[in-house]
C-alpha cells in the first residue's frame, strides 16, 4: 500500500491528467479530506463492450466501448462494429473504491457506512503498517455474452431491452454513490 502522501500526489496528478472519473471527484475529495482515510484507486461504475480470445482471458480483453454513464444504444451498436473474434460481452461494473484507514476501528466504521449505503461487498482486503485497506464495492454486475466468433448472436430488440436494463443498473449505482458522498462527512476527523 501506499503512503498517505505519495497517494495524494499520484490522485492530484490523476486528476489533472483526465484520468478520475469527474463524477466521483467531490466524493474522492471529501474521503481524502477525512484524516482517518484516503484512497489509493476508483471507479465510478461502468458499462462497457468486451471482446475476449478465451472466457476468462483478462490479458486478451479489451474494451470496444466504455462508458461511466448511461448509453444510447447508437453508442453501443457503433462499438460492437469494432468486434472481430473470440466472445463479445455487454458489461456493468459497480463502482469499487480502495480507501487506506489508520486502523481497524476506521475501516469498520466506513465499512458500515459504505453497507448502509448499499455497497454490501465492501469489506478490509489487506492490513499492514501502513494502516487498513478497505474495499467498497456494490452488488451490481452484469455480464451478458453476446457473441461468438465474431458473429453477433443477439438481435437488435435483445440488444435494446440490454442496454435499457445496463442504464437501469448503472443508474442505481450512481444513486448509491449520491448517497454514500452525503453521508461520508459523518466519519470522524481524528489523524492517521
Given amino acids: 500500500m501506499m503512503d498517505r502522501v505519495a497517494a495524494m500526489e499520484k490522485y492530484e496528478r490523476a486528476k489533472i491528467e483526465g484520468k478520475v472519473d469527474e463524477d466521483i471527484i467531490s466524493l474522492l475529495d471529501k474521503i481524502n479530506s477525512i ?21 476468462g482471458d483478462k490479458r486478451s480483453a479489451k474494451f470496444l466501448g466504455k ?24 458489461l456493468v461494473q459497480s463502482a469499487i473504491f480502495h480507501v487506506v484507514s489508520k486502523d481497524i476501528p476506521s475501516s469498520i466504521e466506513l465499512i458500515n457506512l459504505a453497507k448502509e449505503c448499499g455497497f454490501k ?25 453476446m457473441g461468438e466468433d465474431g458473429i453477433i448472436k443477439l438481435c437488435l430488440e435483445d440488444m435494446e431491452f440490454l442496454v435499457k436494463m445496463a442504464n437501469k443498473t448503472l443508474r442505481r449505482i450512481k444513486n448509491k454513490l449520491k448517497l454514500f458522498e452525503e453521508k461520508i462527512s459523518s466519519l470522524p476527523l481524528s489523524s492517521f
Fill in 67 to 90: 462508458w461511466h454513464r448511461e448509453v444510447k444504444i447508437e453508442e453501443v451498436e457503433d462499438a460492437i462494429k469494432k468486434y472481430t473474434d473470440g466472445y463479445l460481452y455487454l
Fill in 35 to 55: 484524516e482517518n482515510y484516503y484512497t489509493t484507486s476508483s471507479c465510478s461504475g461502468r458499462i462497457g463492450i468486451m471482446e475476449i480470445s478465451e472466457i
Fill in 121 to 145: 461487498y465492501s469489506s478490509i482486503k489487506h492490513i499492514n503498517e501502513t494502516g487498513v485497506l478497505v474495499e467498497i464495492l456494490g452488488t451490481e454486475h452484469l455480464q451478458i455474452p
